[in-house]
């Protein structure tokens, strides 16, 4: 495992137009409505590591998921895999290889297998699109797959309609293993399961990921499945990453006042009592974002500074308070303890 | 709302200009339109003179323009059948027909959505069943069935009403009604009922289906679970989002309630647009057929467009939607 | 009493000269009035002319009936008749051939008028019932002295306005639902009907109208679709007058084109050779046509012109149907196994006319024709076949009246050449059906007025266009006319529903 | 680690079964034959609409004449009531029409015309439906505007009155050609041209909907092209509906046909359909010949009928939200 | 014991379907009492949704209550007629859904909605009504209730539109709140504020709470009581400290094993294989055997009733009391440390993970 950052994501943005239609824009005197769902995402992601983003609904994670795999074209910035850049034109033949090493899993279980294929065809589908068997020697690599994933090779016959819905994310991972993908983006792959199945799922990821050398981009909003997976964690608020640490100080000395307040809204299975503050507000229009810091209006710390300067992210937090100390490193000892 | 309203407008403009389109291309596509004028014996000149008359010597495109602005002034030419203003003529038939198809869909309505909320409310009961069937039955039978059957049994069986026509007709202004008279009340009652089956079977399955989807939705079963009455629930909370898809469709409906009525005007000689189509049809008297066309799809758009706004009275995430905040 | 009537066709305009179709004029007679009349057997009498004499062979005095009034109060004069005349024979009317072009109209006195030709003409005032007369003053103060055209592009006050002699008026007119007739308060009398107001609706599908019979919404209708008879008698207050029509139906044959439009035999004609044509006309069988398709309804023909026109047409008689025959004839002229023809046919014209063509279809299949059968509306129909759009027919059914009531009009327009472009002979012989010999008894006819004689030169003409199977005669149709029991009428073979003389209790 | 790989499949039902089951296996344990066997009236409708069916197909053979063929029909054999009716001819199971044709045999013959004008209208309709419809849910934006701004048009237009436009168009662009030549064109190209848009709106829908799921961004990954795209992974997947509105429409354009042909715009007297029957048999009803119209119109009310109760129960059975 | 406000007896609950009946209530028992919050988790599909209709009364055709009791206030409801039901509905029994975007009709005000019910079970007029409304608004933590009111659902974002439907299962102050995952949908933030909401108001008012969930992080916060649903039974009930830190069903075990929480710092979570049978399916015996480490021959043929732990002995049934209840056949088994056991095995599944 090199060192070298895997996966480059520079100032990434995506603008979104929600503008009413132009007649009624016209008449009602009102500009594009632009909603700035990713706004200057830079992260980077070494060989072999699970990178989580983690945030609250809205935060703009899929966003940048689907930017990273090209589902989507990002409005500015730039997506560099393994020296390759996914945006620039010039790399045109380049990507085009390795398109096939960036897969995807989705997090509706239910939706991400085409209901009317058979499984064994949905996995084959990628060895065949990318050639990477012959026809003869696909069925062999489906039935291989599929025991990887803890499924039976007869099990290619079924539809995915009879498999639960666990069964059917180890399909999906089967599906992206079976383009020989080594970074696989998974975006929500465990929230539509139950926990005992979640567990599974997270167990064979992680498996995977030591035996095949995978590197994750892992999106979630539940912190601790995050922190069980990734070893570096970048927190997503209104379309910026607030802040980016590895995850053991991430919880152990959460810096950003919103990491503070998610961490806070996490419910203390363990009873432990550690104490937590009430949390405040609810996360904005994303259509007509507070100015300066988004975060200004829900924040104990914030200042005039907050709401008029957008704080850049900077040794790893985004945080005018943090960047002046006036945020007191508020440690957390019981989960550092741990 | 303001928005919303000039948009369908110019949406509508747009329609009935590719109507307009059509209709000047029937013009063009039967080929010489003094051929269908002119009877036998005209000698060539006389031709030549027509056609001159009737500017078809210019190129396509002014007659277009030429055919357009009369149009929007409701003026379609001179039927080939009759001699006369196409706009008369159809101003005359106009509220025979609008009289038939405003009746047939306040029968379909009147008698179709209280039949699809008690079918769809007292599933499986006995009535509900002879609903469906009933109703199963007026999407099978086609209306020409329907109405030589009606009048077989009424008018020349039971001799109860009139086998044709308006009726005695009341003149107020330019439109004449049979609404005000015994005798044009009766004669409207079959061709009503013939032309309002289909539609209210329709409705009525259709207001079945949406009121059990609707039945099935969260907020009613929340709406139960708050211990609010059935009738509440059910006319209150549940009939009110019924009706919004059905609103849709019903709008959409009365395209065919006038396509339909062309039947039942046939039958039952019913003097309004419909007859006077299908006349036209059939000695290819192309002015009427183009303006036919054209009205049809102006009241089509009109009421559309009233359908919209009532979907935003009805409706206030789209009222929001549409008041440009 | 008011009178409600109803009928297959419509009064298509009111203009007088505009349309010259049998409903349109019926209905017109009850407005408008010709200088003659025709009575309840057809026979020709006074009209608004009181009398008319022949003072030399091209000069026809006629004296006018004094005080008559117009609708609108005018008195009929000398001048209205030649402004009639004048207007009838201008560009645009369909009646021009009612009057002779280089006739000219002199003004005698106020009541007197003559009429100069040319050339003799003893049939000249045949067809003048149905030549109407219009108010001159009226005309010209309403800007309606030209004939309104079947082609106008704009409306004119006389096709929605009609202003007559006869002995009703119209109150209103709505083309194509409803046309109402009060008793004409300046009518001369003296008066037979006893109606106040006659409501007349064109309906046009026939289930409707005998539904309206029967239900008792109508006291008249025109007419009675044959299969209906027996149901409309069996029913207690109303019944179907039955008659017989002058209308003789027949099938023709394209013979001019050396290629037919529509048929499998290329390069030729078929219909050129008579020995097709005889087999055509032996394939045929009225018999069955008449107790199936008229219910026995018809008078089979074997002429071109119905009996009771012609008095010498008991010496025709039709040969029988022979498919047997027809189909050895058809070998010898080359077609053993047949051929494939196309069949223009009305469907809403004459009585089963569809119905007469399909039967038509089913006996030429037997001698192995395959005719492929185009039935149409008779607006279709009518465009399709007539001269302005070039004959463009094969083999076809119509049917005729001789307008005149004479033979003469037959041979002239159904059976005479059509080879000069410059003369009306033939305009209506949609076959181009030629021979020379016929057409010069049919010149002799015309000016022949010693009866017994003319009627033998008829009956030559006939023979040889009965030799040469020229056309097809298949039956007279007959008048069927569903009336109300308490109405009393008179059912004149020519179909017109007069209003003069009906009565109703 | 071998203890996590070798996690057994959840013992499901479907997983108990030794091999995967075969298509045929499949359909006999599904919902939809367990419904269809649940409900007699279903049955009793299947069996009618694939009698009929069958019948018109098979007309040719099963029909004793072929009214079609004027040389084998005696105008002499005309207005025979129905066998058992008194003066009923034994040759003429249901009687004859006006012109002596044996009515079973034009039954069966003008059934299998309405049929196959109906089939192959809404095959045209079904086919540019759905193929506008994919392309403007799969598509959007401008194309998507387009077509389904000319849908609304088109919906202006019910059929009856596109066929009779159409219809008077023909006949005087093409004056020479008769009605049989015509009629069937006619007939077939109103109707696809006006039942498109029901499909399209159905695909376009749905297709929205689906382009949105995991499983095409999935092959999107893939490097699949747009158009495979929609052909195998969408298409399959929105075609569900539209098997209901096809049978409901099949109903559909038979009563059009019938309606037009009864409005004298359909097939000719010579090659009759259903709707022309009825329509002869109307000049009849006064008369007495009550067989002449009552049989066709029957036979058109049941199969109609029938077909619709198959889509009625089709739909209900499709619905996932009903089971 | 004062009496508790809701008790449910042996309750059955069974759809017939063409596939035969479905069994999704299988002798379901438990009791809340005053102000207390009974949590009730399960994977999906456990019948914990189910368990909340039968109270309330709402199970539909083709469901049906097949056998059982449900006791409010020691009085009968199951059986009453569907009107006198519909007078306990919303007035004694509140009751929450999931879902705040789908459970307010969206072509009626928020206010309209309220003052009907309220109107529906409390004898005030239209404007008294609408202050109470606007009273409930402000409770419920709603700001600029008075201006609120006349607003459509649409307007009004996730976590505010699940206030207002805790607003209307409030409105006649009922003696039970059913909540059914009221909080799912919402972000973690949104479903803190939720939770503490809902704790809140049954503190102050003394409403009793069955908190209907399968995040057991949910019941951790809010529940005093925890019943473990697996299959349409109750496997597992008691206080929520005991079974969260302690669970004594095998299950449970698992369960509690294979959540992730902020404090475990083991790399593997411990993982029940395969997945909860189907209706169709459900293995005789206890209905957990096929996934149990500790299946032996009387879990394959014998259902374990749900015993209390110190009346194992004395056989009773009464296994739904206030005490620490668990189904299963090895708290039965003479010489077997059953507790031991399951404990050791959670440590050793997380243990083997570390390992690999
Ligand atoms: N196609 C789109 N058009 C317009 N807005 C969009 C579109 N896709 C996403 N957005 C908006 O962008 C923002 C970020 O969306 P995104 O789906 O990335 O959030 P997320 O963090 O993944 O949330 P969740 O946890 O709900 O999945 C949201 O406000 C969303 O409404
Ligand atoms: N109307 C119904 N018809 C047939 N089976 C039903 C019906 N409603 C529920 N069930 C079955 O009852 C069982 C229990 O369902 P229930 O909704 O209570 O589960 P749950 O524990 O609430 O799950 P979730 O966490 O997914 O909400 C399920 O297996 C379900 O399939
Ligand atoms: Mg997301
Ligand atoms: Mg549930």
Same mark, same amino acid.
């Not at chain 2, 898809?245 to 309630?257: D, E, F, N, R, Y």
């Not at chain 3, 008449?290 to 219910?295: G, P, T």
């Not at chain 5, 199970?59 to 469901?63: C, L, V």
């Not at chain 5, 206030?322 to 668990?326: E, I, N």
């Given at each position: 495992?090199?060192d070298a950052?895997?996966v480059q994501?520079?100032d990434l943005r995506r603008?979104?137009?929600?503008?009413k239609p132009?007649?009624?824009?016209?008449?009602?005197?009102e500009g594009?409505?632009?909603?700035?769902a990713v706004?200057?995402?830079?992260?980077s992601?070494r060989?072999?590591?699970t990178?989580?983003l983690?945030?609250?609904s809205g935060s703009?994670?899929?966003?940048?998921a689907?930017?990273v795999?090209g589902?989507?074209?990002?409005?500015?910035?730039?997506?560099?895999?393994?020296?390759?850049?996914m945006?620039?034109a010039?790399?045109?033949?380049?990507?085009?290889?390795?398109?096939?090493?960036?897969?995807m899993?989705?997090?509706?279980?239910?939706a991400?297998?085409?209901?009317?294929?058979?499984?064994?065809?949905?996995i084959?589908?990628?060895?065949?699109? %990318?050639?990477?068997a012959?026809?003869?020697?696909?069925?062999?690599?489906?039935?291989?797959?599929?025991?990887?994933?803890?499924?039976?090779?007869?099990d290619?016959?079924? %539809?995915?309609?009879e498999?639960?819905?666990g069964q059917?994310?180890r399909?999906?991972?089967?599906?992206a293993?079976?383009?020989?993908?080594? %970074?696989?983006?998974?975006d929500e792959p465990?929230?539509?399961?139950?926990?005992?199945?979640?567990a599974?799922?997270?167990?064979l990821?992680?498996?995977?990921q030591?035996?095949?050398g995978?590197?994750?981009?892992?999106i979630?909003?539940?912190?601790?499945v995050?922190?069980h997976?990734?070893?570096?964690?970048?927190?997503?608020?209104?379309g910026r990453?607030?802040e980016?640490?590895?995850?053991?100080?991430l919880?152990?000395?959460p810096?950003?006042?919103?990491?503070r307040m998610?961490?806070?809204?996490v419910p203390?299975?363990?009873?432990?009592?550690?104490?937590?503050?009430?949390?405040?507000?609810?996360?904005?229009?994303?259509?007509?974002?507070p100015?300066?810091?988004?975060?200004?209006p829900?924040?104990?710390l914030?200042?005039d500074?907050?709401?008029?300067?957008?704080?850049?992210?900077k040794?790893?937090t985004a945080?005018?308070?943090?960047?002046e100390?006036?945020?007191d490193?508020?440690d957390?000892?019981?989960i550092?303890?741990g | 709302m303001l928005a919303?309203?000039?948009?369908?407008?110019?949406q509508?403009?747009?329609?009935l200009?590719?109507?307009?389109?059509?209709?000047f291309?029937?013009?063009r596509?039967?080929g010489?339109?003094?051929?269908?004028i002119?009877?036998?014996d005209?000698?060539?000149?006389q031709r030549q003179?027509?056609r001159k008359?009737? &500017?078809?010597?210019?190129?396509?495109i002014?007659?277009f323009g030429?055919?357009l602005?009369?149009?929007?002034?409701f003026?379609?030419?001179?039927?080939?059948?009759?001699?006369?203003p196409?706009s008369?003529?159809i101003?005359e038939?106009m509220?025979?027909?609008?009289?038939?198809?405003f009746?047939?869909?306040?029968?379909?309505?009147?008698v179709?959505i209280?039949?699809g909320?008690?079918t769809?409310?007292?599933r &499986?009961s006995?009535?509900?069943?002879?609903?469906?069937?009933?109703?199963?039955?007026g999407v099978s039978l086609?209306?020409f069935?329907?109405a030589?059957?009606?009048r077989?049994?009424?008018?020349?069986?039971?001799?109860?009403?009139?086998?044709?026509g308006?009726?005695q007709?009341?003149?107020?202004?330019?439109?004449?009604?049979?609404?005000?008279t015994?005798?044009?009340i009766?004669?409207l009652i079959?061709?009503?009922?013939t032309?309002?089956?289909?539609?209210?079977?329709l409705?009525?399955?259709?207001?079945?289906?949406e009121?059990?989807?609707?039945?099935?939705?969260?907020y009613?079963k929340?709406?139960?679970a708050?211990?609010?009455?059935d009738?509440?629930?059910h006319?209150?909370?549940?009939?009110?989002?019924?009706?919004v898809?059905?609103?849709?469709?019903?709008?959409?409906?009365?395209?065919?309630?006038i396509?339909?009525?062309?039947?039942?005007?046939?039958?039952?000689?019913?003097?309004?647009?419909?007859a006077?189509?299908?006349?036209?049809?059939?000695?290819?008297?192309?002015?009427?057929?183009?303006?036919y066309l054209?009205l049809v799809?102006?009241?089509?758009?009109?009421?559309n467009?009233?359908?919209?706004?009532?979907?935003?009275?009805?409706?206030?995430?789209?009222r929001?939607?549409?008041?440009?905040? | 009493a008011?009178?409600?009537?109803?009928?297959q066709?419509d009064?298509?305009?009111?203009?007088?000269?505009?349309?010259n179709?049998?409903?349109t004029?019926?209905?017109?007679?009850?407005?408008?009035?010709?200088?003659?009349?025709?009575g309840?057997?057809l026979a020709?009498?006074?009209?608004l002319?009181e009398?008319?004499?022949?003072?030399?062979?091209t000069?026809?005095?006629?004296?006018?009936?004094?005080?008559?009034k117009?609708?609108?109060?005018?008195d009929?004069t000398a001048?209205d008749v030649l402004?009639?005349?004048?207007?009838?024979?201008a560009?645009?009317?369909?009646?021009t051939?009612?009057v002779?072009k280089?006739?000219?109209?002199?003004?005698?006195d106020?009541?007197t008028v003559?009429?100069?030709?040319?050339?003799?003409?003893?049939i000249?005032?045949?067809?003048?019932?149905?030549?109407?007369?219009?108010?001159?003053?009226?005309?010209?103060?309403?800007?309606?002295v030209a004939?309104?055209?079947?082609?106008?592009?704009?409306?004119?006050?006389?096709?929605?306005?009609?202003? !007559?002699?006869?002995?009703f008026?119209?109150?209103?007119?709505?083309?194509?639902?409803?046309?109402v007739f009060?008793p004409?308060p300046?009518?001369?009398?003296?008066?037979?009907?006893?109606?106040?107001?006659?409501?007349f609706t064109p309906?046009?599908?026939d289930?409707?109208?005998?539904?309206a019979?029967l239900?008792?919404e109508?006291?008249?209708?025109?007419?009675v679709?044959?299969?209906?008879?027996?149901?409309?008698?069996?029913?207690?207050?109303?019944?179907v007058?039955? !008659?017989?029509?002058?209308?003789?139906?027949?099938?023709?044959?394209?013979?001019?084109?050396?290629?037919?439009?529509e048929s499998?035999?290329?390069?030729? *004609?078929?219909?050129?050779?008579?020995k097709?044509?005889?087999?055509?006309?032996?394939?045929?069988?009225?018999?069955?046509i008449?107790?199936?398709?008229?219910?026995g309804?018809s008078?089979p023909?074997?002429l071109?012109?119905?009996?009771?026109?012609?008095?010498?047409?008991k010496?025709?008689?039709r040969?029988?149907?022979?498919?047997?025959?027809?189909?050895?004839?058809?070998?010898?002229?080359?077609?053993?196994?047949?051929?494939e023809?196309?069949?223009d046919?009305?469907?809403d014209?004459?009585?089963?006319?569809g119905?007469?063509c399909?039967?038509a279809?089913?006996m030429l299949?037997?001698i !192995?024709?395959?005719v492929?059968?185009?039935?149409?509306?008779k607006?279709?129909?009518?465009a399709?076949?007539?001269?302005?759009n070039?004959?463009k027919?094969?083999?076809y059914l119509?049917?005729?009246?001789p307008?005149?009531?004479?033979s003469h *009009?037959v041979?002239y327009?159904?059976?005479?050449?059509?080879?000069?472009?410059?003369v009306?002979?033939?305009e209506?012989?949609?076959g181009?059906?030629?021979n020379?010999?016929?057409?010069?008894l049919?010149d002799q006819?015309?000016?022949?007025?010693?009866?017994a004689k003319?009627?033998?030169?008829?009956?030559?003409?006939f023979?040889?266009?009965?030799?040469?199977?020229?056309y097809i005669?298949?039956?007279?149709?007959?008048?069927?006319?569903?009336?109300?029991?308490?109405?009393?009428?008179v059912?004149?073979?020519?179909?017109?529903?007069?209003?003069?003389?009906?009565?109703?209790d | 680690?071998a203890?996590?790989?070798?996690t057994?499949?959840?013992?499901?039902?479907a997983a108990?079964?030794?091999s995967p089951?075969?298509?045929?296996a499949?359909?006999r344990?599904?919902?939809?034959l367990?419904s269809?066997?649940?409900?007699?009236?279903?049955?009793?409708?299947?069996?009618?609409?694939v009698?009929?069916?069958?019948?018109?197909?098979?007309?040719?053979?099963?029909?004793?004449?072929?009214?079609?063929?004027?040389?084998?029909?005696?105008?002499?054999?005309?207005?025979?009531?129905p066998?058992?009716v008194?003066?009923?001819?034994?040759r003429?199971?249901?009687?004859?029409?006006?012109?002596?044709?044996?009515?079973?045999?034009?039954?069966?013959?003008?059934?299998?015309v309405?049929?196959?004008?109906?089939?192959?209208?809404?095959?045209?309709?079904?086919?540019l439906?759905i193929?506008?419809?994919?392309?403007?849910?799969?598509?959007?934006?401008r194309v998507?505007a387009?077509?389904?701004?000319?849908?609304?048009?088109q919906?202006?237009?019910?059929?009856?009155?596109?066929a009779l436009?159409i219809?008077?168009?023909?006949?005087s662009?093409?004056?020479g050609?008769?009605?049989?030549?015509?009629?069937?064109?006619?007939l077939v190209i109103s109707?696809?041209?006006?039942?498109?848009v029901q499909y399209?709106?159905?695909?376009?829908?749905?297709?929205?909907?689906?382009?949105?799921?995991d499983?095409v961004?999935a092959a999107r990954?893939?490097?699949?092209?747009?158009?495979?795209?929609?052909i195998?992974?969408?298409?399959?997947?929105?075609?569900?509906?539209?098997?209901?509105?096809?049978t409901i429409?099949?109903?559909?354009a038979?009563?059009?046909e019938?309606?037009?042909?009864?409005?004298?715009?359909g097939?000719p007297p010579?090659q009759?359909?259903?709707?022309?029957?009825?329509?002869?048999?109307?000049?009849?009803?006064?008369?007495?010949?009550w067989?002449?119209?009552?049989?066709?119109?029957l036979?058109l009310?049941?199969?109609v009928?029938?077909?619709?109760l198959?889509?009625?129960?089709l739909?209900d059975?499709?619905?996932?939200?009903?089971? | 014991?004062?009496?508790p406000v809701?008790?449910?007896r042996?309750?059955?609950?069974?759809?017939?379907?063409?596939?035969?009946?479905?069994?999704?209530?299988? @002798?379901?028992?438990?009791?809340i009492g005053?102000g207390?919050?009974l949590?009730?988790v399960?994977e999906s599909?456990a019948g914990k949704?189910?368990?909340?209709?039968?109270?309330?009364?709402l199970?539909?055709?083709?469901?049906r209550?097949a056998?059982g009791?449900?006791l409010?206030?020691?009085?009968?409801?199951?059986?009453?007629?569907?009107?006198?039901?519909?007078?306990?509905?919303?007035k004694?029994?509140?009751?929450?859904?999931?879902d705040?975007?789908?459970s307010?009709?969206?072509?009626?005000?928020?206010?309209?909605?309220l003052?009907q019910?309220?109107?529906?079970h409390?004898?005030?007029?239209a404007?008294q009504?609408?202050?109470?409304?606007?009273?409930?608004?402000?409770e419920?933590?709603?700001?600029?209730?008075e201006r609120?009111?006349?607003?459509?659902p649409?307007?009004?974002?996730?976590?505010?539109?699940?206030?207002v439907?805790?607003?209307?299962a409030?409105c006649a102050?009922?003696?039970?709140?059913?909540?059914d995952?009221?909080?799912?949908?919402?972000?973690?933030?949104v479903?803190?504020?939720?939770?503490t909401?809902?704790?809140?108001?049954?503190?102050?008012?003394?409403?009793?709470?069955?908190?209907?969930?399968?995040?057991?992080g949910v019941?951790a916060?809010?529940?005093?009581?925890?019943?473990?649903?697996?299959?349409?039974r109750v496997?597992?009930i008691?206080?929520? @400290?005991?079974?969260?830190?302690?669970?004594f069903h095998?299950?449970?075990a698992?369960?509690?094993?294979s959540?992730?929480t902020?404090?475990?710092?083991?790399?593997?979570l411990?993982?029940?294989?395969g997945?909860?049978p189907?209706?169709n399916?459900?293995?005789?015996?206890?209905a957990?055997?096929?996934r149990?480490?500790?299946?032996y021959?009387?879990?394959v043929?014998?259902?374990?009733?749900?015993?209390?732990?110190?009346?194992?002995a004395?056989?009773?049934?009464?296994?739904?009391g206030?005490?620490?209840?668990?189904a299963c056949?090895?708290?039965?088994e003479?010489?077997v440390?059953?507790?031991?056991l399951v404990?050791r095995?959670k440590?050793?599944?997380?243990?083997?993970?570390?390992?690999?």
């Open positions: 495992m090199s950052a895997f994501i520079r603008v979104f137009d929600v503008s132009w007649l009624e824009r016209t008449l009602a005197r594009h409505q632009l909603l700035k706004d200057g995402v830079t992260v992601i060989r072999g590591e990178f989580a983690v945030g609250e703009g994670k899929s966003t940048v689907r930017m795999v589902l989507l074209p990002p409005s500015a910035g730039e997506v560099v895999i393994d020296g390759v850049s945006t620039a010039k790399d045109a033949a380049a990507r085009k290889k390795l398109r096939r090493r960036i897969q899993i989705f997090q509706d279980p239910y991400s297998l085409d209901p009317r294929w058979r499984v064994g065809r949905i084959a589908e990628p060895i065949r699109a %990318f050639g990477l012959k026809e003869q020697g696909v069925e062999a690599r489906v039935g291989e797959l599929l025991r990887l994933v803890g499924l039976d090779p007869a290619a016959a079924k %539809f995915p309609h498999f639960s819905g059917r994310q399909i999906a991972i089967a599906r293993l079976a383009a020989e993908a080594d %970074f696989i983006v998974c465990t929230s539509a399961l139950d926990v005992s199945v979640q599974q799922i997270l167990n990821m992680k498996d995977l030591e035996r095949l995978l590197t994750y981009l892992f979630s909003h539940n912190l601790a995050v922190r997976m990734a070893a570096t964690i970048g927190v997503m608020y209104l990453v607030v980016v640490a590895p995850a053991r100080q919880f152990s000395h810096r950003h006042p919103y990491t998610l961490l806070d809204a203390d299975l363990a009873m432990s009592g550690r104490p937590r503050t009430p949390v405040q507000g609810e996360i904005p229009n994303p259509i007509s974002p100015s300066g810091c988004t975060f200004n829900r924040c104990a914030a200042n500074r907050c709401r008029r300067e957008v704080p850049p992210l040794d790893g945080c005018h308070a943090v960047h100390g006036r945020a490193s508020q957390m000892p019981e550092a303890a | 919303f309203i000039l948009r369908r407008l110019f509508s403009a747009l329609v200009l590719c109507v307009g389109v059509i209709a291309a029937l013009f596509l039967v010489d339109p003094v051929n269908q002119v009877s036998i005209t000698p060539f000149e003179q027509i008359d009737l &500017g078809l010597d210019d190129p396509s002014v007659q030429r055919y602005v009369k149009a929007a002034r003026d379609f030419g001179i039927s080939y059948q009759f001699r006369q196409v008369t003529l101003g038939r509220p025979a027909t609008l009289e038939l198809t009746m047939a869909a306040l029968l379909s309505l009147v179709g209280p039949m909320v008690y769809a409310l007292r &499986g006995f009535l509900s069943g002879v609903f469906m069937s009933v109703s199963l039955i086609p209306t069935l329907i030589i059957l009606l077989w049994i009424f008018s020349v069986h039971l001799g109860w009403l009139p086998s044709f308006r009726g007709v009341v003149n107020l202004g330019w439109w004449s009604t049979g609404l005000l015994v005798s044009g009766k004669a079959l061709p009503a009922i032309l309002g089956l289909f539609q209210m079977t409705i009525m399955r259709l207001v079945r289906a009121m059990l989807e609707v039945l099935r939705t969260d009613i929340f709406a139960r708050r211990g609010l009455s009738r509440a629930i006319f209150g909370h549940a009939l009110k989002n019924t009706l898809p059905v609103i849709t469709i019903a709008g959409l409906q009365l395209g065919s309630i396509a339909f009525a062309l039947i039942t005007e046939y039958v039952f000689q019913w003097p309004g647009m419909g006077l189509f299908l006349g036209a049809v059939q000695n290819v008297d192309i002015p009427v057929m183009a303006a054209l799809s102006f009241i089509f758009v009109v009421v467009l009233v359908v919209d706004i009532l979907y935003a009275v009805v409706d206030p995430r789209l929001a939607n549409m008041q440009a905040a | 008011t009178l409600r009537y109803a009928n066709g009064l298509k305009s009111l203009d007088p000269y505009t349309l179709e049998t409903t004029n019926a209905h017109l007679g009850n407005v408008y009035e010709g200088l003659t009349s025709r309840k057997d020709i009498g006074p009209g002319a009398r008319w004499e022949t003072p030399e062979p000069r026809w005095r006629f004296y006018l009936r004094k005080g008559v117009f609708a609108n109060g005018e009929f001048d402004f009639s005349a004048d207007r009838v024979r560009a645009g009317s369909n009646f051939t009612r002779p280089d006739a000219k109209f002199v003004k005698v106020d009541y003559d009429v100069v030709l040319s050339s003799p003409n003893p000249l005032n045949y067809q003048w019932d149905t030549w109407y007369i219009m108010s001159k003053k009226w005309a010209e103060a309403n800007n309606a004939p309104t055209p079947a082609s106008a592009t704009s409306p004119s006050y006389a096709s929605l306005n009609a202003n !007559g002699t006869g002995p008026r119209i109150e209103s007119h709505q083309p194509g639902v409803k046309t009060k004409n300046n009518w001369r009398g003296p008066t037979e009907h006893n109606l106040t107001e006659v409501i309906i046009n599908s289930a409707t109208r005998v539904a019979l239900s008792g109508v006291d008249i209708i025109e007419p679709p044959i299969q209906d008879i027996q149901r409309i008698n069996s029913a207690n207050n109303v019944q007058l039955t !008659g017989p029509e002058l209308r003789t139906i027949f099938l023709g044959f394209d013979q001019t084109r050396d290629e037919l439009l499998s035999v290329k390069g030729k *004609n078929p219909f050129k050779d008579a097709v044509r005889e087999a055509f006309y032996k394939a045929i069988d009225v018999e069955a008449k107790s199936r398709v008229m219910r309804l008078t023909s074997a071109m012109i119905a009996p009771e026109l012609f008095a010498l047409s010496d025709f008689t040969p029988k149907a022979d498919p047997e025959g027809a189909k050895k004839l058809l070998a010898e002229a080359g077609y053993p196994n047949g051929f023809v196309g069949m046919c009305p469907t014209r004459y009585v089963n006319d119905p007469i399909q039967a279809v089913g299949a037997r !192995g024709v395959k492929n059968l185009n039935a149409q509306p607006a279709q129909y009518f399709k076949i007539l001269k302005p070039g004959y027919t094969s083999f119509l049917g005729w009246t307008g005149t009531l004479d *009009n041979l327009d159904i059976m005479g050449c059509r080879d000069d472009a410059n009306a002979r033939g209506t012989n949609l181009g059906y030629c020379k010999k016929l057409d010069a049919t006819i015309l000016v022949e007025t010693d009866t003319r009627n033998q030169l008829i009956k030559q003409a023979q040889i266009g009965f030799d040469d199977y020229s005669p298949l039956h007279q149709q007959a008048l069927a006319w569903g009336v109300a029991k308490n109405v009393k009428l059912q004149r073979a020519d179909n017109q529903v007069l209003l003069y003389w009906i009565k109703k | 680690m203890d996590i790989m070798t057994p499949p959840a013992p499901e039902p108990a079964k030794p089951p075969g298509r045929y499949r359909f344990d599904s919902d939809l367990a269809f066997l649940s409900s007699k009236l279903t049955m009793v409708s299947a069996f009618i609409s009698a009929m069916i069958l019948g018109a197909l098979l007309a040719t053979w099963i029909a004793p004449t072929n009214p079609f063929d004027p040389a084998s029909v005696d105008l002499m054999n005309s207005l025979y009531p066998r058992w008194e003066g009923g001819d034994t003429f199971l249901l009687g004859t029409d006006n012109q002596g044709r044996d009515l079973w045999s034009a039954i069966l013959y003008g059934m299998r309405s049929l196959i004008i109906g089939i192959v209208g809404v095959i045209i309709a079904a086919t439906g193929g506008l419809g994919l392309l403007a849910g799969y598509l959007g934006g998507d387009l077509i389904m701004r000319v849908a609304d048009i919906l202006t237009f019910p059929a009856i009155l596109i436009v219809d008077g168009v023909v006949r662009v093409f004056q050609l008769g009605r049989e030549q015509t009629a069937f064109s006619v109707i696809g041209l006006s039942f498109w399209a709106r159905t695909i376009r829908g749905s297709t929205m909907v689906e382009k949105n799921k499983y961004h990954l893939m490097g699949v092209p747009a158009w495979l795209i929609m195998r992974h969408v298409l399959p997947n929105v075609i569900g509906p539209v098997l209901v509105i096809l429409n099949l109903a559909l038979i009563i059009t019938a309606t037009l042909s009864f409005l004298g715009v097939l010579t009759p359909s259903l709707g022309t029957l009825i329509r002869i048999g109307n000049d009849f009803l006064f008369s007495g010949e067989w002449i119209v009552a049989f066709p119109g036979t009310a049941i199969f009928l029938a077909v619709n198959l889509g009625d129960w739909r059975a499709l619905n996932p939200k009903l089971r | 014991m004062t009496e809701l008790s449910v042996d309750l059955c609950v069974e759809f017939v379907t063409r596939r035969g009946v479905l069994r999704a209530l299988d @002798r379901v028992s438990f009791d005053k207390e919050v949590g009730v399960g599909g949704s189910v368990t909340g209709s039968a109270v309330i009364g199970i539909e055709p083709p469901g209550i056998s009791e449900v409010l206030k020691g009085e009968r409801i199951d059986n009453l007629s569907p009107e006198r039901l519909r007078h306990i509905r919303g004694r029994i509140g009751m929450v859904f999931q705040p975007l789908t307010l009709n969206p072509l009626y005000r928020v206010g309209e909605q003052v019910t309220i109107r529906t409390l004898p005030l007029n404007a009504a609408r202050e109470r409304a606007i009273e409930l608004l402000a419920v933590g709603i700001p600029a209730p609120r009111i006349d607003g459509y649409h307007e009004f974002s996730g976590g505010m539109r699940q206030r439907v805790l607003a209307l409030l102050e009922p003696e039970l709140v059913i909540a995952e009221p909080t799912t949908a919402l972000d973690v933030s479903q803190a504020q939720i939770i909401l809902l704790k809140r108001i049954c503190r102050e008012r003394g409403t009793a709470v069955m908190l209907i969930t399968h995040d057991m019941i916060e809010t529940a005093d009581r925890v019943a473990v649903m697996y299959a349409g496997a597992e008691g206080p929520v @400290r005991d079974v969260v830190s302690r669970p095998p299950y449970a698992g369960l509690m094993g959540i992730p902020l404090e475990t710092a083991s790399e593997r411990v993982q029940i294989p997945s909860m189907r209706l399916a459900i293995p005789v015996g206890c957990f055997n096929p149990c480490p500790h299946t021959a009387r879990c043929v014998e259902r374990p009733e749900l015993l209390g732990r110190g009346e194992r004395s056989g009773s049934h009464d296994g739904a206030a005490g620490h209840a668990v056949h090895l708290y039965d003479p010489g440390d059953a507790e031991a404990q095995d440590v050793a599944a997380a243990a083997t993970g570390s390992a690999a």
